[in-house]
Nanobody, 122 residues
Framework: QVQLVESGGGLVQVGGSLRLSCAAS????????MGWFRQAPGKEREFVAA????????SITDSAKGRFTISRDNAKNAMYLQMNSLKPEDTAVYYC???????????????WGQGTQVTVSS
């Protein structure tokens, strides 16, 4: 089992940047594909980004392409989401997740963090 803890959320103005981190503990982090999801108030959880075990493959949702970058450091048991050019519609609670394979589907992930709030003000 792996435990996940997100950090780095906060309040930022439109056009600003944030870097989210996901710290993992427990079993070997490199065994897991990882993903970022978000949920805005009144909306369903949605896929943001995913990265393979080695970090060699990544996937970004269309609305975040060119603005968000997902990465991981297996030596540090950590995953990151660099978010640039933030928009009000990026406001949500962001969750990191771990699973057996890289996927855009939340139910494919077995482990979840508690989430970190990102608020983009206009």
């Amino acid at each position: 089992q792996v435990q996940l803890v997100e950090s780095g959320g906060g309040l930022v103005q439109v056009g600003g940047s944030l870097r989210l981190s996901c710290a993992a503990s427990g079993r070997t982090f490199s065994r897991y594909a990882m993903g970022w999801f978000r949920q805005a108030p009144g909306k369903e959880r949605e896929f943001v980004a995913a990265i393979s075990r080695s970090g060699g493959f990544t996937s970004i949702t269309d609305s975040a392409k060119g603005r968000f970058t997902i990465s991981r450091d297996n030596a540090k048991n950590a995953m990151y989401l660099q978010m640039n050019s933030l928009k009000p519609e990026d406001t949500a609670v962001y969750y990191c997740a771990g699973g057996d394979y890289t996927s855009r589907v939340g139910s494919d992930y077995n482990y979840w963090g508690q989430g970190t709030q990102v608020t983009v003000s206009s």
